[in-house]
C-alpha cells in the first residue's frame, strides 16, 4: 500500500452524501488523523438504493452521488491531501432492477443470454421466477395489474406489473404485432421471430426507424391496448417469455436464482468463472492502474462460492499491475474461529474485535443476578442456544425453503447412485441438511474444488456427530451422507460432481441460515443484556477477564496486524457508545431490575391484551421480553445532555424509537413480522412507546427515569474513553465510523446511517485543548473526538509500531488491580506506547460521580508494572501534554489524576 494504513473513515455515501460532500470533508479527515477514507458502495444501484449493496453496474459511478466526474475529483483532492481510497466492493449480488444491463439481457434471451452463466441461476427450472405480484397471478391477471406498455424513454415494447417493468424476449413479438394494423406487420414477425441474441442491436435500430414513424406507432399502441384488453392473449404473451411473474410468497419456497439471504431482488453472481470477474471487476483494477484505489473490502465474502480463489484471483490481479492494495474482508468469527491465513490478505473488518472489547467492561461475576432478574421479568427462563437452533431450523424450512429444495434434490441425485444409499428417503435428507446446517457452529466452511482444509474436516465431522446427537432425524446414516457430502469424500467423476453442486450451494447458505436465526431474529428475541447482541457476538459469553483479552489480541497481532478494528458499522446493532453505556447495567443488576419494573409498574396502562397465545396465556404488547429490551434501548438512546423538561428534546429519541420498536419486534418474529405484520400489536406497541417519551402522557415519568440512570450514563462515557483508547492503539487499524469521534448512541440501521453534523466536529478539532482540558464538559462529546485526534496523532508517527509492533500485556497491581486493563507497544526502533484503560467503571466511580473521572484517591496503590527493558523510560502522555517519569511502576492515582485514561509514549 503507498500510504501506510493509520486509520480509516467510513462514509456512508447517499442520503444526501455524494463526492462532492466527501470531496469538502477531505481537509477535516486530514486533521482528525485519518489516512484512508472508506467508502461504502458507490457504483450504480438500484435506483433508490439507500445503501448501494444492490449494485447494477460494476463499472460506472453512481450518478446521484456525482457520476465520474465526482469521482475523479473527490479522489483527485484525496490525493492531493495524501490520503487514501478504500472501497466497499459487493461481488456476491447484483440488484434485479430494469437499471442492470446484465439482467435485462438473461430476462430478454434467457438462457441463449450472453449473460446466462453471469448469475447463480437454476436453468434446469422451467422459467426464471420473479416473485413480485402482490398477488397470485390469476388474480394479478384479472385485475389489470398485468400489461404489456410502449416504453417511450427505452424505445422498447416491454411487459409491466404495476409498474415493475420486464424486457421481453424480440422473438415472442409477434403476440403484439398480431394486433397491430400496419403494412410493415408480417415483416417484424419474420424479422423478430428469427432473431438471435447477436442480432439485439440491430433489431432495436430497426425498431427505433419504425416507431419514428407516427403511424406506426400510433397503430403499435391500439394493438398494445388490444392485446391488453385480451386476458387470454396477454396471459399467452407472459407465458412465452423466459421468466415468469409470481406471487412473491412463492419466493420463499421455489428458487429459480440463488438469492442474497432472503431478498428476491438481490440475485448471486457467479464470481468463480473467470469471464464474469472481469467484467466485474474491470474498473477496480483501472482505479488500481491509476493510484485511485488503496484498499478494497470485500462486501460477505462467505457469499461467493470460492473465497479463498475468489481472493487469490484478486490479488493476482493487483499484483500484475504493480499495486499494492490492502484487501479485507467481512467475516464474521465465532468462536475459536480464525482467520486463515491461507486467504493472504490484510484482514476482516473487525466484528470480532467489538467481540474482545465488550468482554472487558461486562462484570462475567454477575452474571446469575443479571439472568434472575431478567428470568423474573419475562416469566420463563430462556435458553439461549436451543434458541438458536431452533430459530436456525425455522429459516431454513421456511425463509430458505427453496434453497432446502434445491440442495435436497442434488444429494438426493447423488445418493441414488449408490447403493448403500439409494434408500435413503427424502424427507430424512431434507431434515439431515438442515439438522447439520444447524449444527454448524461456524458461518460456513471452505471445501471445493481446491481441496478440503484439515480445520473443516474437523468441524464437518464434529458437526456431524452433534446433529446426530439431536435425534431430530431417527436414522443416523443420512446425517453421516451430509458430512461425506461435504467433504468430497468420493472417487466416482459424477458422484464428485454432485458433491461440488451441493457443498458450494450448503456453504453459500449456512451464512444466510445463521445470521438470519442468530443477528435477525434471535438478537431481537433474547434481550438480557442487549450490548451483547451484537453482529459476530455471543450474548452467553458475559464478561472476559485482562487475560483472555490479552490472548485475543496476541491473535490479531499473528493473523492481522493490518485488519481493521471496527467498534461501529453500518450493520452494528446499536452505536459503540450506546453499548459502552448499557456495559455498565451488568455491574448493578439489581439495581437494573429495580428500575425496570418500576418504570413496568407506571406504565401498566399503555401495556395492552392481545387475546390468548401458547398454553392459555394472556398475550399482551409489547410483551415482557421486548419491554425488557425496550428500556435498555431508551437508555442507550438518549444523549449525555439530554434534558427532559426539553419538549422539543424529547421529540427525535421518540421518533427513533418508534422506528426501531418496529423493526425490533419484526425481526423477532414472535408476533409480528415483515410479510406478516400484526397490526394490532405493533400499534399498542407504538403507543406504549411514545406514552414513555410523553410528558402529557406519563408526566416525569421520563424525568425520574433519567435522573435514576445517571450513575450508569457517568459509567458509559468512562467506558466510552477506555474502550476509545484501546481501539486507538491495540494491534490493527482502526475504522472510525461516520459522526463517532463523537458519541454514537445510534440504534440499528436505518437509524444509524443519519446525517452526520460535520460542523459541530470540526469546530472541535479547530479549537485548541487536550482531551484532559474538555473532560469537564464531558456530556457534549468532544472529549472522545479530541482523545481519537491525539491518538491518530501518535500512530501517524509511528504507523508500524501499532499495527505490527509488540504487544506486551502488563500487569496491574493493588487493590483496584480489577478495574484496569494495560498493555504496551513496541518496535524495533526503540519506540514505546503504554495504554491505560480502566474497566467496570460503574464500580469504580461510584453512585454520585458527576464526571467519568475516578478521583484519585479512589486508585489507592493501584499500580501499573512496567517490564525491566522499560523501567526508567521517559513518557510524555499525549492526552493531557504531560510529562511521565517511570519507575518500575506507573502510579495510577498519579497517570490518571487530570484524565481517566492514558496513552504513554517514548522514543
Same mark, same amino acid.
Given at each position: 500500500?503507498?500510504?501506510?494504513?493509520?486509520?480509516?473513515?467510513?462514509?456512508?455515501?447517499?442520503?444526501?452524501?455524494?463526492?462532492?460532500?466527501?470531496?469538502?470533508?477531505?481537509?477535516?479527515?486530514?486533521?482528525?488523523?485519518?489516512?484512508?477514507?472508506?467508502?461504502?458502495?458507490?457504483?450504480?444501484?438500484?435506483?433508490?438504493?439507500?445503501?448501494?449493496?444492490?449494485?447494477?453496474?460494476?463499472?460506472?459511478?453512481?450518478?446521484?452521488?456525482?457520476?465520474?466526474?465526482?469521482?475523479?475529483?473527490?479522489? !483527485?483532492?484525496?490525493?492531493?491531501?495524501?490520503?487514501?481510497?478504500?472501497?466497499?466492493?459487493?461481488?456476491?449480488?447484483?440488484?434485479?432492477?430494469?437499471?442492470?444491463?446484465?439482467?435485462?439481457?438473461?430476462?430478454?434471451?434467457?438462457?441463449?443470454?450472453?449473460?446466462?452463466?453471469?448469475?447463480?441461476?437454476?436453468?434446469?427450472?422451467?422459467?426464471?421466477?420473479?416473485?413480485?405480484?402482490?398477488?397470485?397471478?390469476?388474480?394479478?391477471?384479472?385485475?389489470?395489474?398485468?400489461?404489456?406498455?410502449?416504453?417511450?424513454?427505452?424505445?422498447?415494447?416491454?411487459?409491466?406489473?404495476?409498474?415493475?417493468?420486464?424486457?421481453?424476449?424480440?422473438?415472442?413479438?409477434? /403476440?403484439?404485432?398480431?394486433?397491430?394494423?400496419?403494412? #410493415?406487420?408480417?415483416?417484424?414477425?419474420?424479422?423478430?421471430?428469427?432473431?438471435?441474441?447477436?442480432?439485439?442491436?440491430?433489431?432495436?435500430?430497426?425498431?427505433?426507424? /419504425?416507431?419514428?414513424?407516427?403511424?406506426?406507432?400510433?397503430?403499435?399502441?391500439?394493438?398494445? #391496448?388490444?392485446?391488453?384488453?385480451?386476458?387470454?392473449?396477454? /396471459?399467452?404473451?407472459?407465458?412465452?417469455?423466459?421468466?415468469?411473474?409470481?406471487?412473491?410468497?412463492?419466493?420463499? &419456497?421455489?428458487?429459480?436464482?440463488?438469492?442474497?439471504?432472503?431478498?428476491?431482488?438481490?440475485?448471486?453472481?457467479?464470481?468463480?468463472?473467470?469471464?464474469?470477474?472481469?467484467?466485474? /471487476?474491470?474498473?477496480?483494477?483501472?482505479?488500481?492502474?491509476?493510484?485511485?484505489?488503496?484498499?478494497?473490502?470485500?462486501?460477505?465474502?462467505?457469499?461467493?462460492?470460492?473465497?479463498?480463489?475468489?481472493?487469490? &484471483?484478486?490479488?493476482?490481479?493487483?499484483?500484475?499491475?504493480?499495486?499494492?492494495?490492502?484487501?479485507?474482508?467481512?467475516?464474521?468469527?465465532?468462536?475459536?474461529?480464525?482467520?486463515?491465513?491461507?486467504?493472504?490478505?490484510?484482514?476482516?473488518?473487525?466484528?470480532?474485535?467489538?467481540?474482545?472489547?465488550?468482554?472487558?467492561?461486562?462484570?462475567?461475576?454477575?452474571?446469575?443476578?443479571?439472568?434472575?432478574?431478567?428470568?423474573?421479568?419475562?416469566?420463563?427462563?430462556?435458553?439461549?442456544?436451543?434458541?438458536?437452533?431452533?430459530?436456525?431450523?425455522?429459516?431454513? +424450512?421456511?425463509?430458505?425453503?427453496?434453497?432446502?429444495?434445491?440442495?435436497?434434490?442434488?444429494?438426493?441425485?447423488?445418493?441414488?447412485?449408490?447403493?448403500?444409499?439409494?434408500?435413503?428417503?427424502? !424427507?430424512?435428507?431434507?431434515?439431515?441438511?438442515?439438522?447439520?446446517?444447524?449444527?454448524?457452529?461456524?458461518?460456513?466452511?471452505?471445501?471445493?474444488?481446491?481441496?478440503?482444509?484439515?480445520?473443516?474436516?474437523?468441524?464437518?465431522?464434529?458437526?456431524?456427530?452433534?446433529?446426530?446427537?439431536?435425534?431430530?432425524?431417527?436414522?443416523?446414516?443420512?446425517?453421516?451422507?451430509?458430512?461425506?457430502?461435504?467433504?468430497?469424500?468420493?472417487?466416482?467423476?459424477? !458422484?464428485?460432481?454432485?458433491?461440488?453442486?451441493?457443498?458450494?450451494?450448503?456453504?453459500?447458505?449456512?451464512?444466510?441460515?445463521?445470521?438470519?436465526?442468530?443477528?435477525?431474529?434471535?438478537?431481537?428475541?433474547?434481550?438480557?443484556?442487549?450490548?451483547?447482541?451484537?453482529?459476530?457476538?455471543?450474548?452467553?459469553?458475559?464478561? +472476559?477477564?485482562?487475560?483472555?483479552?490479552?490472548?485475543?489480541?496476541?491473535?490479531?497481532?499473528?493473523?492481522?496486524?493490518?485488519?481493521?478494528?471496527?467498534?461501529?458499522?453500518?450493520?452494528?446493532?446499536?452505536?459503540?457508545?450506546?453499548?459502552?453505556?448499557?456495559?455498565?447495567?451488568?455491574?448493578?443488576?439489581?439495581?437494573?431490575?429495580?428500575?425496570?419494573?418500576?418504570?413496568?409498574?407506571?406504565?401498566?396502562?399503555?401495556?395492552?391484551?392481545?387475546?390468548?397465545?401458547?398454553?392459555?396465556?394472556?398475550?399482551?404488547?409489547?410483551?415482557?421480553?421486548?419491554?425488557?429490551?425496550?428500556?435498555?434501548?431508551?437508555?442507550?438512546?438518549?444523549?449525555?445532555?439530554?434534558?427532559?423538561?426539553?419538549?422539543?428534546?424529547?421529540?427525535?429519541? &421518540?421518533?427513533?424509537?418508534?422506528?426501531?420498536?418496529?423493526?425490533?419486534?419484526?425481526?423477532?418474529?414472535?408476533?409480528?413480522?415483515?410479510?406478516?405484520?400484526?397490526?394490532?400489536?405493533?400499534?399498542?406497541?407504538?403507543?406504549?412507546?411514545?406514552?414513555?417519551?410523553?410528558?402529557?402522557?406519563?408526566?416525569?415519568?421520563?424525568?425520574?427515569?433519567?435522573?435514576?440512570?445517571?450513575?450508569?450514563?457517568?459509567?458509559?462515557?468512562?467506558?466510552?474513553?477506555?474502550?476509545?483508547?484501546?481501539?486507538?492503539?491495540?494491534?490493527?487499524?482502526?475504522?472510525?465510523?461516520?459522526?463517532?469521534?463523537?458519541?454514537?448512541?445510534?440504534?440499528?440501521?436505518?437509524?444509524?446511517?443519519?446525517?452526520?453534523?460535520?460542523?459541530?466536529?470540526?469546530?472541535?478539532?479547530?479549537?485548541?485543548?487536550?482531551?484532559?482540558?474538555?473532560?469537564?464538559?464531558?456530556?457534549?462529546?468532544?472529549?472522545?473526538?479530541?482523545?481519537?485526534?491525539?491518538?491518530?496523532?501518535?500512530?501517524?508517527?509511528?504507523?508500524?509500531?501499532?499495527?505490527?509492533?509488540?504487544?506486551?500485556?502488563? #500487569?496491574?497491581?493493588?487493590?483496584?488491580?480489577?478495574?484496569?486493563?494495560?498493555?504496551?507497544?513496541?518496535? #524495533?526502533?526503540?519506540?514505546?506506547?503504554?495504554?491505560?484503560?480502566?474497566?467496570?467503571?460503574?464500580?469504580?466511580?461510584?453512585?454520585?460521580? &458527576?464526571?467519568?473521572?475516578?478521583?484519585?484517591?479512589?486508585?489507592?496503590?493501584?499500580?501499573?508494572?512496567?517490564?525491566?527493558?522499560?523501567?526508567?523510560?521517559?513518557?510524555?502522555?499525549?492526552?493531557?501534554?504531560?510529562?511521565?517519569?517511570?519507575?518500575?511502576?506507573?502510579?495510577?492515582?498519579?497517570?490518571?489524576?487530570?484524565?481517566?485514561?492514558?496513552?504513554?509514549?517514548?522514543?
Amino acid at each position: 500500500m503507498s500510504r501506510p494504513l493509520i486509520a480509516t473513515y467510513r462514509l456512508q455515501f447517499r442520503e444526501g452524501t455524494g463526492f462532492s460532500e466527501a470531496k469538502d470533508l477531505v481537509p477535516y479527515l486530514k486533521e482528525l488523523g485519518a489516512s484512508h477514507l472508506y467508502a461504502s458502495p458507490v457504483f450504480s444501484a438500484s435506483p433508490g438504493s439507500t445503501h448501494g449493496y444492490d449494485v447494477v453496474d460494476y463499472n460506472r459511478f453512481e450518478a446521484d452521488l456525482g457520476g465520474d466526474a465526482g469521482f475523479t475529483a473527490m479522489s !483527485d483532492a484525496l490525493m492531493a491531501a495524501d490520503l487514501g481510497l478504500i472501497l466497499d466492493f459487493v461481488p456476491n449480488h447484483m440488484g434485479v432492477s430494469q437499471e442492470n444491463a446484465w439482467w435485462e439481457d438473461v430476462l430478454r434471451w434467457g438462457r441463449e443470454s450472453r449473460y446466462a452463466q453471469t448469475f447463480d441461476i437454476s436453468w434446469d427450472e422451467e422459467k426464471i421466477l420473479i416473485p413480485t405480484l402482490g398477488s397470485p397471478y390469476g388474480e394479478a391477471l384479472r385485475s389489470g395489474a398485468l400489461e404489456v406498455v410502449y416504453d417511450e424513454k427505452r424505445g422498447e415494447v416491454r411487459f409491466t406489473a404495476n409498474g415493475y417493468g420486464l424486457p421481453v424476449d424480440p422473438r415472442t413479438l409477434s /403476440h403484439v404485432f398480431s394486433f397491430v394494423d400496419h403494412p #410493415e406487420r408480417d415483416s417484424l414477425v419474420r424479422r423478430f421471430s428469427a432473431a438471435v441474441p447477436a442480432d439485439g442491436e440491430e433489431l432495436g435500430e430497426r425498431f427505433a426507424e /419504425h416507431v419514428a414513424d407516427p403511424a406506426f406507432l400510433a397503430a403499435l399502441k391500439s394493438g398494445i #391496448e388490444a392485446l391488453n384488453a385480451d386476458r387470454d392473449a396477454l /396471459h399467452a404473451f407472459h407465458e412465452a417469455q423466459a421468466w415468469r411473474l409470481a406471487w412473491w410468497r412463492l419466493a420463499r &419456497e421455489k428458487l429459480s436464482y440463488r438469492r442474497f439471504f432472503e431478498i428476491a431482488d438481490l440475485i448471486g453472481v457467479r464470481q468463480e468463472m473467470r469471464r464474469v470477474f472481469r467484467d466485474s /471487476h474491470r474498473t477496480i483494477y483501472q482505479l488500481a492502474r491509476e493510484r485511485r484505489l488503496d484498499g478494497i473490502r470485500i462486501d460477505h465474502v462467505d457469499g461467493v462460492a470460492d473465497p479463498k480463489g475468489y481472493l487469490a &484471483e484478486l490479488a493476482s490481479g493487483f499484483e500484475a499491475l504493480r499495486r499494492d492494495v490492502a484487501i479485507h474482508v467481512e467475516k464474521i468469527l465465532t468462536g475459536p474461529e480464525r482467520l486463515r491465513r491461507s486467504w493472504n490478505i490484510a484482514g476482516t473488518t473487525g466484528y470480532e474485535f467489538i467481540t474482545a472489547v465488550a468482554g472487558l467492561y461486562v462484570d462475567g461475576s454477575k452474571e446469575e443476578a443479571m439472568t434472575r432478574a431478567y428470568a423474573d421479568f419475562v416469566g420463563t427462563e430462556e435458553d439461549l442456544r436451543a434458541m438458536i437452533a431452533d430459530q436456525k431450523r425455522a429459516i431454513f +424450512t421456511h425463509n430458505l425453503a427453496g434453497e432446502l429444495q434445491v440442495l435436497t434434490e442434488t444429494a438426493m441425485q447423488v445418493a441414488a447412485n449408490d447403493l448403500e444409499t439409494r434408500d435413503f428417503g427424502r !424427507d430424512d435428507m431434507s431434515r439431515s441438511i438442515v439438522e447439520v446446517a444447524t449444527a454448524l457452529p461456524v458461518y460456513r466452511t471452505y471445501c471445493g474444488v481446491a481441496g478440503v482444509p484439515y480445520k473443516d474436516v474437523e468441524v464437518i465431522d464434529e458437526t456431524v456427530e452433534r446433529a446426530k446427537g439431536t435425534r431430530k432425524v431417527e436414522a443416523d446414516e443420512p446425517i453421516a451422507f451430509v458430512g461425506k457430502l461435504l467433504k468430497l469424500a468420493f472417487e466416482d467423476g459424477r !458422484d464428485v460432481t454432485g458433491a461440488l453442486n451441493f457443498t458450494r450451494r450448503f456453504q453459500q447458505t449456512t451464512g444466510a441460515v445463521m445470521a438470519k436465526a442468530v443477528e435477525d431474529t434471535v438478537f431481537y428475541r433474547y434481550n438480557r443484556l442487549i450490548a451483547l447482541n451484537e453482529v459476530g457476538g455471543e450474548p452467553d459469553h458475559y464478561g +472476559t477477564s485482562p487475560a483472555r483479552f490479552h490472548e485475543e489480541m496476541g491473535i490479531r497481532l499473528d493473523d492481522q496486524p493490518d485488519g481493521l478494528m471496527a467498534s461501529s458499522t453500518h450493520d452494528t446493532k446499536r452505536g459503540e457508545d450506546a453499548r459502552a453505556r448499557l456495559y455498565t447495567l451488568s455491574e448493578a443488576p439489581e439495581r437494573w431490575a429495580e428500575l425496570v419494573r418500576e418504570m413496568a409498574d407506571a406504565m401498566k396502562p399503555w401495556r395492552k391484551a392481545m387475546g390468548e397465545a401458547a398454553m392459555g396465556e394472556t398475550h399482551v404488547s409489547p410483551d415482557p421480553a421486548t419491554e425488557w429490551g425496550f428500556y435498555q434501548s431508551l437508555l442507550g438512546v438518549l444523549p449525555a445532555d439530554f434534558d427532559p423538561a426539553d419538549a422539543k428534546a424529547r421529540e427525535e429519541p &421518540e421518533k427513533r424509537l418508534l422506528a426501531f420498536a418496529e423493526k425490533a419486534v419484526r425481526e423477532a418474529k414472535r408476533f409480528t413480522s415483515w410479510t406478516a405484520p400484526n397490526e394490532a400489536y405493533e400499534s399498542a406497541l407504538k403507543g406504549f412507546v411514545s406514552a414513555v417519551l410523553r410528558e402529557g402522557e406519563t408526566g416525569d415519568l421520563l424525568e425520574r427515569f433519567w435522573r435514576q440512570a445517571q450513575p450508569f450514563v457517568v459509567a458509559g462515557a468512562l467506558n466510552t474513553l477506555s474502550q476509545t483508547l484501546i481501539k486507538l492503539t491495540a494491534p490493527g487499524v482502526p475504522d472510525i465510523y461516520q459522526g463517532t469521534e463523537f458519541y454514537d448512541l445510534s440504534l440499528v440501521d436505518p437509524d444509524n446511517r443519519r446525517k452526520v453534523d460535520f460542523a459541530a466536529r470540526k469546530r472541535a478539532m479547530e479549537e485548541g485543548g487536550t482531551p484532559a482540558d474538555v473532560l469537564p464538559q464531558w456530556r457534549d462529546g468532544r472529549v472522545k473526538a479530541k482523545l481519537t485526534a491525539a491518538a491518530l496523532k501518535a500512530r501517524i508517527k509511528a504507523p508500524t509500531l501499532f499495527t505490527k509492533g509488540r504487544y506486551i500485556p502488563l #500487569e496491574v497491581t493493588g487493590e483496584k488491580a480489577e478495574h484496569v486493563v494495560a498493555f504496551a507497544r513496541t518496535d #524495533e526502533e526503540g519506540r514505546v506506547a503504554v495504554t491505560i484503560a480502566p474497566r467496570m467503571a460503574l464500580q469504580l466511580l461510584g453512585e454520585s460521580a &458527576e464526571q467519568p473521572l475516578p478521583e484519585a484517591k479512589t486508585w489507592g496503590d493501584t499500580a501499573v508494572r512496567l517490564p525491566s527493558h522499560l523501567a526508567g523510560a521517559r513518557f510524555e502522555c499525549i492526552l493531557t501534554g504531560e510529562p511521565v517519569a517511570a519507575g518500575a511502576s506507573l502510579k495510577l492515582s498519579e497517570v490518571l489524576a487530570r484524565l481517566p485514561v492514558a496513552l504513554l509514549l517514548a522514543d
